[in-house]
């Protein structure tokens, strides 16, 4: 199968610490490189996995939090200094609009490429990317400003063909596309070959879907149904459940319960708050309820299967 690979390059929430960088990561699927969140820090975290930074072609930022967006202008810069020419886009609340382009503008010179930005209603569900192998559906969250979740969702592949079959029917290499999109065989006799006789059936459609910040939300699971893997905000555990009312965060219980309720395949937490220096506290309680749940860090890269 092809690659669909979730980099972590920060899983940290607002404050600074020195254990964990700002929200950020890459999702890779096949060779396209998507970063979801640019906390600061990000540039020096995208080094140290030897992703080429020209590899980027989009960013989604899911709110203007700054710990989700101020290390965004540096890294553009950045990709200027590298010689980019391939335009750069970013999906975002339409607010960064009245935000990056002074700073661009202020900030940096003779880009030499085009960055792109698409307004994101954070309020609806839908499709704000697609290509032909991929969907980013954007995913309404509630928190104290507009913002939103990612779903990246693989379209359903073509059938891949038994060429030893093809080869005893005689069917002609012009013909193949059509047997790939399920076409049966009729012999020069009149004879119908079944197209399952022919080919194998593609690979399952897989899916990650990013969640964070949020409170939490009873509905969402029933919105993410099915989801490979799904990335949840657990800010705080049960020991601070009052605090993540108050600031719509998520504690570890509550996103193992989303990812429960969307009979999710795998959950992974992050955007610890730095009150826990050990956040094993965080996967005890998301694994009571939800077993399937791993820690983030930065450097680890999730397969999505």
């Not at 193992?256 to 999710?264: S, Y």
């Amino acid at each position: 199968m092809t690659p669909f690979k979730v980099h972590i390059l920060g899983c940290g929430s607002a404050l600074p610490t020195l254990r964990h960088n700002p929200s950020s990561q890459v999702v890779q699927v096949n060779n396209k490189f998507f970063m979801v969140d640019c906390g600061e820090g990000t540039q020096l975290a995208l080094r140290r996995t030897h992703i080429n930074f020209n590899k980027i072609t989009a960013v989604f930022i899911s709110h203007l939090h700054g710990d989700h967006c101020l290390g965004l202008t540096g890294m553009i810069s950045t990709f200027g200094l590298l010689g980019r020419t391939a335009p750069l886009h970013i999906y975002a609340p339409k607010e960064l609009r009245d935000i990056l382009p002074a700073q661009l503008k202020f900030f940096t010179r003779d880009l030499g490429f085009d960055v792109s930005l698409h307004d994101v209603d954070t309020t609806v569900r839908a499709i704000i990317y697609s290509d032909r192998s991929l969907t980013i559906e954007s995913i309404p969250l509630e928190h104290r400003m507009p913002d939103c979740g990612f779903l990246f969702r693989e379209k359903q592949g073509r059938r891949h063909i038994v060429r030893e079959m093809t080869d005893f029917y005689g069917i002609p290499v012009s013909m193949l596309n059509n047997i790939r999109d399920g076409m049966d065989w009729t012999d020069s006799d009149g004879n119908v070959i079944p197209n399952e006789r022919l080919t194998t059936p593609a690979e399952t459609p897989r899916s990650y879907a990013y969640c964070s910040d949020t409170r939490y939300m009873p509905s969402l699971g029933k919105t993410l149904h099915g989801v490979n893997l799904l990335y949840h905000e657990a800010t705080y555990g049960n020991d601070n459940l009052s605090r993540a009312e108050t600031y719509s965060h998520s504690t570890a219980a509550q996103a193992a319960q989303v990812a429960k309720d969307a009979q999710a395949g795998q959950l992974i937490i992050g955007h610890y708050s730095q009150r826990y220096e050990d956040e094993s506290i965080l996967l005890d309680e998301a694994r009571a309820i939800f077993p399937n749940t791993l820690l983030t860090n930065e450097g680890m890269v999730f397969d999505v299967k």
